[in-house]
């Protein structure tokens, strides 16, 4: 049992074109930190949200300035990316916590920063889920359903303000209200919802397909399931 699920959030901006050969595996660095702590019941006890300064790019790209709003000198006075990070650790703390982001990328993000920046990666942030990947098999929407957040948010029926998405602590805001919604168990009766959905609207859909084939569908889908029933029972 975690006393703390923290859900967090990276923006970021690609290093610039003369340190991208030397860098290799280093595209971009890490410019804003958004992150929230929620106990084991799935409410929020606390929030942290930090700029971060680049070390190999000298300005925000254009793109990520139209993206995420933050401009170069938002950054001009912030920490440099081993001060916010351990700001970062010991905001979390020394009790039992996991990490939760909307994707892998930031745990691999953050890995390879640690690695080029000559930082130890905290112990404290080692206990990682790709919420992304669970969130889906959660959902009975199989392995490879990777849906983008503001997707899974809005299909939960929770608001989504695409002006305010992209911002760290915004983004993980909205995963927090999602990991929320699986602590609490409140998935389960949105799963039991969308199954009388499809069942709905499928069911009607293959009785009018047999009606049409005479009977034909039907008797094909009672061999299939006596097949599998038969495949199991090997």
């Known amino acids: 049992m975690y006393v703390h699920h923290v859900v967090l959030d990276f923006e970021m901006t690609p290093v610039s074109r003369e340190n991208k050969d030397a860098l290799e595996n280093l595209c971009e660095e890490v410019i804003e930190i958004g992150a929230l702590k929620l106990d084991k019941y799935g409410n929020t006890d606390d929030r942290f949200c930090c700029m971060v300064r680049p070390q190999y790019s000298r300005s925000v790209s254009a793109t990520v300035t139209k993206l995420t709003g933050i401009c170069t000198k938002d950054l001009s006075f912030a920490d440099t990316f081993d001060i916010a990070v351990r700001?970062?650790?010991?905001?979390?703390?020394?009790?039992?916590?996991?990490?939760?982001?909307?994707?892998?990328?930031?745990?691999?993000?953050?890995?390879?920063?640690?690695?080029?920046?000559?930082?130890?990666?905290?112990?404290?942030?080692?206990?990682?889920?790709?919420?992304?990947?669970?969130?889906?098999?959660?959902?009975?929407?199989?392995?490879?359903?990777?849906?983008?957040?503001?997707?899974?948010?809005?299909?939960?029926?929770?608001?989504?303000?695409?002006k305010r998405a992209h911002r760290a602590l915004y983004d993980a805001e909205k995963t927090a209200e999602l990991l929320r919604y699986v602590i609490t168990g409140e998935y389960r009766g949105h799963v039991r919802k969308m199954r009388d959905v499809v069942r709905s609207e499928v069911m009607p859909m293959t009785n009018s397909m047999d009606a049409a084939s005479g009977g034909k569908l039907s008797q094909l889908l009672q061999q299939m399931k006596r097949q599998q029933m038969t495949t199991e029972n090997r």
């Open 87 to 162: 700001k970062f650790s010991e905001w979390i703390g020394s009790e039992k916590a996991r990490i939760y982001s909307w994707s892998d990328s930031d745990l691999l993000q953050i890995k390879r920063e640690c690695f080029y920046k000559g930082i130890r990666f905290p112990e404290n942030m080692r206990r990682w889920t790709d919420l992304q990947a669970v969130y889906p098999r959660i959902m009975g929407r199989g392995r490879r359903s990777r849906p983008a957040l503001h997707t899974a948010v809005k299909e939960c029926g929770i608001e989504f303000d695409e």
